[in-house]
């Protein structure tokens, strides 16, 4: 059920004799959840609305075009959060430490986000109804949580006996036109190998209505006394990952299999080139980043001058990488000079190495360790930070890093053009 907070001048609804404090209760029969159905039914030419005025239920039938809108709002959309039933043994929220701020402990698993935001979902809460719905409101592309088809693994990789029928979920919505990206976090020694030939092979039967499937190693922090026992990854085990990737998806007559980036930091391996990514279906989940990065990087480049000398932050695992960046860069800006610092994570322990995951305080002292008399500026990128806002993980600001070295601190949006600008001293937007 929606309560209407507001009708719109000229509108349908306000036509109708629809009003503010009237609840909307169903389409074309079917229960009103959320928002979801609002937007759906809006933007059909035909279907039936019930609406509760006062005591009486009115069924309006509407006649429209497809770009006329009914033309209410509502006091609630109803997407509260719905939270996670699993008890992943990879799972990061399990591994942070206590004080952070709340919204780091949350654990989401709602197919809405995953249609709206591209949240990563598991379906194991979800209900056959729900996957009724999934369809009927045609909430695709989802973004699906896969990590093994094998039933018996992926319940003890979820920590949810009721985890094992993801295959027969998927095919259900595949097979009704919702499209998928799936991803597997890899866990050494669970779902790898042969669990992870069988999850591809799996994947890819399911059709064309599977666009990606991205191989992702687990994150494992300093905070994990009790949990179950991961290896971490190393480079042997990353150049077999990507081996066995490259003969699946030859094998599979695809292209969609992909692992991230990590994997080949890990490997000392070179990165494919940006078509090997299919459009980056996946780069928020760290899966073509570098080749984007490159593409960018190349295409911003241009002769200019800018004589300050910069400490560029970095985590470990990328930091060989984005020191070959600058030295590339310095053959376009004369005069430049810059230090690539290459972070070490104290905070969440050595094993966590990629620069989103740096928080304030360890910039800060890897900094210090540095004549600062020597530079200019810091230049860091978005992703250690809160999404729009100025703050690491562990409550320091970067006003706070800014105050305490002395230095100007700036922020690139982790684009290739971004990085080249803050180098060359143009100003970012």
């Not at 039914?41 to 509760?52: N, R």
């Not at 009724?132 to 949810?160: C, F, M, Q, W």
């Not at 490259?246 to 007559?253: F, M, R, T, V």
Request: glycine letters at 8%.
């Amino acid at each position: 059920m929606l309560k209407i907070s507001k009708v719109l001048k000229n509108s349908i609804a306000r036509e109708l004799g629809i009003k503010k404090g009237d609840e909307i209760l169903a389409f074309d029969g079917f229960l009103c959840e959320d928002v979801l159905d609002y937007l759906y039914y809006d933007s059909l030419s035909f279907f039936t609305v019930t609406v509760k005025s006062g005591s009486e239920e009115i069924e309006f039938e509407i006649e429209k075009d497809e770009d006329e809108s009914l033309g209410v709002e509502f006091e609630s959309d109803n997407l509260e959060i719905k939270n996670c039933r699993n008890k992943c043994v990879f799972c990061f929220v399990d591994q942070m430490p206590k004080g952070m701020r709340p919204s780091l402990y949350l654990k989401d698993d709602d197919y809405r986000q995953s249609f709206l935001r591209g949240n990563f979902v598991t379906l194991t809460n979800v209900s056959d109804s729900e996957i009724d719905r999934i369809i009927r409101l045609n909430l695709s592309p989802l973004y699906v949580s896969v990590h093994a088809t094998d039933g018996e693994v992926r319940k003890k990789l979820l920590g949810n006996r009721f985890a094992g029928d993801v295959l027969d979920k998927l095919k259900k919505l595949t097979e009704n036109g919702i499209k998928v990206h799936t991803q597997i976090v890899l866990v050494p020694s669970l779902n790898d190998g042969a669990v992870l030939d069988k999850t591809c092979h799996d994947l890819v039967a399911l059709g064309k209505n599977v666009l990606s499937i991205a191989v992702v190693p687990c994150g494992i922090t300093r905070f994990r006394e009790g949990l179950y026992n991961i290896e971490d990854v190393d480079s042997g085990y990353a150049t077999c990952v990507i081996s066995q990737i490259g003969s699946l998806n030859a094998l599979l007559k695809t292209n969609i299999i992909t692992p991230a980036d990590e994997f080949y930091f890990k490997a000392k391996l070179p990165l494919p080139s940006e078509d090997f990514y299919n459009g980056y279906p996946q780069i928020e989940n760290g899966v073509g980043v570098t080749a984007k990065f490159l593409s960018e990087l190349k295409s911003a480049v241009k002769t200019s001058q800018n004589g300050k000398n910069y400490i560029v932050v970095s985590g470990t695992s990328a930091s060989s990488f984005i020191l070959e960046q600058v030295e590339f860069v310095k053959g376009y800006v004369s005069g430049l000079n810059a230090t690539v610092l290459s972070v070490e994570n104290e905070f969440f322990g050595k094993t966590v190495n990629c620069t989103g995951l740096l928080v304030g305080k360890d910039i800060l002292n890897a900094v210090l360790k540095l004549d600062l008399s020597k530079y200019d500026g810091i230049i860091l990128p978005d992703v250690c930070l809160k999404r729009e806002e100025s703050v690491f993980l562990d409550g320091f600001t970067l006003k706070d890093l800014s105050i305490k070295t002395g230095l100007e601190v700036t922020v690139t949006d982790g684009s290739g053009e971004s990085f080249f600008n803050a180098l060359s001293g143009r100003k970012i937007k």
